[in-house]
């Protein structure tokens, strides 16, 4: 016999009819969830446990996300991941991954510098959640959707089709999305 998920502290048998096992305990005559989990009742041994649910990361393989790109190395950039591009759902702690050279763009690319800068907001697949975060940039809708000057750290705009700092006066290059500049998550969620 089995139940649905419980929290820690929840009520789920009386101390005569069972006795505590993993995950339980027992007061004042009752037995108590101590974790969450899903609680298993052996009326054989007359036991009542609770499988611990583990925390796992809440991404999938599939899944897209928006982030802004930290550190850049020859071989990666990482992307602190604060959401899900589709339902705008955020993620309180925000997760790390890694979007390695190889899963920048479809053509090849030799270095994540020349792609990505520190400040960068990106759109990017999730391809492997564990044991660690890996990312892709590849097809046309993901990339940098809105881009930091890598020397003063302003926006850049997409003026004729070329990135631009008005206040450097250069121009710079990144793995853009095919709607770069368009993006507002406030129209997303309306
Ligand atoms: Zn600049």
Redesign the pocket.
């Known amino acids: 016999m089995t139940d649905g998920p419980t929290m820690p502290g929840d009520r789920i048998a009386a101390g005569e009819e069972y006795m505590p096992g993993p995950g339980t305990y027992e007061r004042d005559g009752a037995i108590f969830a101590a974790v969450m989990g899903a609680v298993r009742f052996d009326d054989a041994e007359k036991t009542v446990s609770v499988l611990e649910i583990k925390r796992v990361s809440q991404l999938r393989p599939g899944d897209v996300i928006l982030g802004e790109v930290g550190n850049v190395t020859n071989s990666l950039a990482t992307v602190a991941v604060f959401g899900l591009d589709e339902t705008g759902r955020s993620f309180g702690a925000g997760e790390n991954g890694a979007i390695h050279v190889a899963k920048i763009s479809e053509g090849y690319t030799d270095d994540a510098r020349k792609e990505f800068r520190i400040g960068d907001l990106v759109r990017a697949r999730v391809v492997q959640v564990t044991p660690s975060l890996q990312l892709s940039t590849k097809e046309e809708k993901f990339g940098v959707l809105k881009a930091r000057?890598?020397?003063?750290?302003?926006l850049l705009s997409g003026k004729s089709g070329k990135l631009w700092?008005e206040?450097?006066e250069?121009h710079e290059h990144r793995k853009l999305a095919c709607d770069f500049m368009a993006f507002t998550p406030e129209a997303r969620n309306k």
């Open positions: 000057c890598g020397r003063c750290r302003g700092c206040d450097c250069k």
